[in-house]
């Protein structure tokens, strides 16, 4: 009987061991990718720490000083959450739309897929610089085209009020990516239960509400949670429209302050790089990035509850 019971315990043993190693890749991952560094962020949140000295223990002063002191940390704030409301709903409507467009063409599919996808594959940085020229006040061509046609001509870039709206039409120029997410779930929605509306009489609406919505939620909750998080690290753009539209050329020894025009581009992420690398407060950086990693999860867990985002199937 001992035997028996000792045989059955090196095998769960055994068993125990070989499922460990199976996840050891994962858990080894998640350790050194995901906990350290979370844990390490909580920790210097509480230190005064400049990467010279070693860090001293500060209590709750650098959240105090992010949350009360710190000028550009609301109106970055306010920003990023434009940003992830305004700016991702209109890139998931705006790709659903060019989806359902394309997958209705009956001739030069591929030509149009191509052309709307291309804008996606520009790197960042050459796109941004390139609305900038596109968007420039006085010689841009925009401008140029709207004042001939008698239309009061926007700032954009140099303008606190259309800067946003600025870096939401490249945002919805490279859309390529959810447009081609959205045509492969449109093609994949079974042909029958569109036939099978249409004898019932329902109307367009009503096939996409009833008919398309319900099949492809799961993709457009995919989106929009992408989406969120993409927004929650909206970095690059804002970045280089505020520095070309700036005109400010950033050489050795100068520090560009982010946010051109009046802080109306600053983002969070934008104030994790300039608190950290720029004015060496690690303490604060860790701040902004524990309440960006905070905003983020409660975005995705609020999107997941609601089943699809933004929109509910079926309602």
Not at 116 to 122: T, V
Not at 132 to 152: K, M, Q, R
């Amino acid at each position: 009987m001992a035997a028996t019971t000792y045989t059955l315990r090196a095998k769960h043993r055994r068993s125990r061991l070989r499922t460990l190693a199976f996840l050891s890749p994962w858990l080894i991952g998640f350790t050194v990718f995901f906990a350290y560094p979370m844990i390490s962020t909580v920790y210097f949140s509480f230190m005064h720490y400049d990467g010279f000295r070693p860090p001293t223990w500060s209590g709750t002063k650098n959240w105090r000083y992010v949350f009360e002191s710190y000028p550009f940390f609301w109106p970055a704030l306010r920003n990023t959450l434009w940003l992830v409301v305004i700016m991702v709903t209109l890139r998931v409507l705006f790709g659903l739309g060019i989806g359902m467009l394309i997958t209705k063409i009956k001739t030069g599919t591929g030509v149009f897929r191509t052309l709307f996808y291309l804008p996606y594959l520009a790197p960042p940085v050459a796109a941004t610089m390139a609305f900038a020229f596109l968007l420039n006040p006085g010689t841009g061509p925009v401008n140029s085209l709207l004042e001939s046609i008698g239309i009061p001509a926007p700032g954009w870039f140099n303008d606190p009020g259309w800067s946003k709206p600025a870096l939401t039409m490249l945002a919805l120029w490279g859309v390529g990516d959810l447009m081609v997410i959205f045509m492969a779930a449109l093609l994949d929605v079974p042909r029958e239960q569109y036939e099978a509306a249409e004898l019932d009489g329902a109307t367009p609406w009503q096939r996409f509400r009833y008919v398309t919505l319900p099949n492809i939620s799961p993709i457009i909750m995919f989106a929009v949670v992408t989406g969120v998080i993409g927004a929650m690290q909206y970095y690059t753009q804002p970045l280089v429209a505020g520095k070309v539209a700036s005109g400010v050329i950033q050489g050795a020894g100068t520090m560009f302050e982010p946010g051109y025009p009046e802080h109306s581009t600053l983002t969070l992420p934008q104030l994790v790089y300039n608190l950290g690398f720029q004015r060496f407060d690690y303490g604060s950086a860790c701040v902004v990035a524990l309440v960006l990693f905070a905003l983020s999860m409660a975005f995705t867990a609020l999107l997941m509850r609601r089943r699809g985002g933004l929109i509910q199937a079926g309602d």
